[in-house]
Nanobody
Framework: QVQLVESGGGLVQAGGSLRLSCAAS????????MYWYRQVPGKQRELVAA???????TYADSVKGRSTVSRENAKNTVYLQMNDLKPEDTAVYYC???????????????WGQGTQVTVSS
């Protein structure tokens, strides 16, 4: 089994910065792509950023230029640095990690518990 623990959310004023972290632990042989999503009540969960196993990154247009996704493979951890935060960034942020346990073809998707980010104007 694999567990994901998120941290780094909180309350920040507009223009401020936050760094979210998501650490995976458990039976892990390899980690594939790692993702950050966010969700506000009444709306669908949306992809914010992604990073592949070789470090290629993609971003939602809404955060491009203000956010940086990175990973530290030795710690099975993915980060999301968010700068120049806006009130519309307020949401619960979730990490999603693709993990291979033992069998070469047994890749599974795991989700973090979510961390609240609130940006005040």
């Amino acid at each position: 089994q694999v567990q994901l623990v998120e941290s780094g959310g909180g309350l920040v004023q507009a223009g401020g910065s936050l760094r979210l972290s998501c650490a995976a632990s458990g039976t892990i042989s390899s980690i594939g792509s790692m993702y950050w999503y966010r969700q506000v009540p009444g709306k669908q969960r949306e992809l914010v950023a992604a990073i592949t196993s070789v470090g290629a990154t993609t971003y939602a247009d809404s955060v491009k230029g203000r956010s940086t996704v990175s990973r530290e493979n030795a710690k099975n951890t993915v980060y999301l640095q968010m700068n120049d935060l806006k009130p519309e960034d307020t949401a619960v942020y979730y990490c999603n990690i693709i993990v291979r346990a033992n069998h070469p073809s047994d890749w599974r998707s795991y989700w973090g518990q979510g961390t609240q980010v609130t940006v005040s104007s």
